[in-house]
C-alpha cells in the first residue's frame, strides 16, 4: 500500500468539497447524536451532529461545534433562546431517518415529523427527546466560544437529565455501550458498528496492563 506525504499546499489546492470530505474524515471514528430542541412558539427541530466532545465531570460538561451563523441555525438559535436542548443516541436502526435530519428543512417543518420520530417532553425538561434512541441526555446551556480561525463555536451544555437502560450502568460508572448498538460515523455521512475490543484497567508505569472484565 502506497503512503501519501499532504501538505498544507496540497489540501489547500483541492476542489472545495473535495477538501471538505477529506478534512471532515481525518478526525476518524466520532459518535453521532440528534440534538432536539424547541422554538419560542413550540415549534420542535431535530439535527445530527457528529462534533459531541467530553468537556468535564465535575460540573459535567459536554460541547459541540456549531458552524458558522452566516445562515440560520435553528439548533444553536433554539438551544440559546430556550436554554435546553437533549441529546439523543442513533443505533443502527435508527441511522438512515437521523442522517435525514440533515436536510435544510423550513424552520416551520419539524424534522421529528419529517423523517418519523417521536418527541417526547419530560416534565421536568425543556426540549424534545427522541422516543426511540435508547440513551438521552438533557443539556442546559452554559456557553459558547467564538473560534475566530474558522467562525465556529464551541456550545458548552451541562447535563441535567440521564435517560439509559439500567443494564448498561455499572457500579464503578463504566457503561456498557454494546448493549445499545449504537453506530459510530466518520465524515458526514458514512457510518459504522461499533463494538469494543477490550476494557483495560489504570495504567500505572512498570505495571503489566490489565484488562476488565
Known amino acids: 500500500m502506497r503512503n501519501l ?3 498544507q499546499d496540497d489540501l489547500l489546492a483541492m476542489p472545495r468539497l473535495v477538501r471538505a470530505t477529506l478534512i471532515n474524515g481525518l478526525s ?11 422554538s419560542g412558539n413550540g415549534q420542535t427541530n431535530l439535527a445530527i451532529f457528529n462534533s459531541l466532545v467530553h468537556i468535564g465531570a465535575n460540573p459535567p460538561l459536554l460541547g459541540f461545534i456549531q458552524r458558522p451563523l452566516t445562515v440560520d441555525r435553528h439548533t444553536y438559535e433554539n438551544f440559546k433562546a430556550s436554554g435546553y436542548c437533549t441529546l439523543n443516541f442513533i443505533t443502527e436502526r435508527l441511522h438512515r431517518e437521523a442522517h435525514q435530519t440533515s436536510a435544510k428543512y423550513e424552520r ?9 420520530f417521536s418527541p417526547v417532553f419530560d416534565e421536568s425538561f425543556q426540549a424534545p427527546f427522541v422516543r426511540e434512541s435508547p440513551v438521552r441526555l438533557g443539556l ?4 459558547d466560544h467564538h473560534i475566530r480561525a474558522n467562525d465556529t463555536r464551541l456550545v458548552v451544555g451541562r447535563i441535567e437529565t440521564v435517560f439509559l437502560p439500567e443494564p448498561m450502568l455499572h457500579e464503578d460508572g463504566w457503561l456498557d455501550w454494546d448493549l445499545v448498538d449504537v453506530v459510530a460515523s466518520t465524515g458526514l455521512d458514512t457510518y459504522h ?9 489504570f495504567a500505572r508505569p512498570d505495571e ?3 484488562e476488565l472484565d
Open 5 to 7: 506525504n499532504l501538505a
Open 28 to 38: 476518524g471514528y466520532k459518535c453521532p447524536v440528534l440534538i432536539g430542541t424547541v
Open 108 to 116: 416551520s417543518t419539524s424534522e421529528f415529523e419529517a423523517v418519523g
Open 140 to 143: 442546559r446551556w452554559e456557553e
Open 193 to 201: 458498528r461499533a463494538q469494543r475490543l477490550s476494557r483495560l484497567a
Open 208 to 210: 503489566p496492563l490489565r
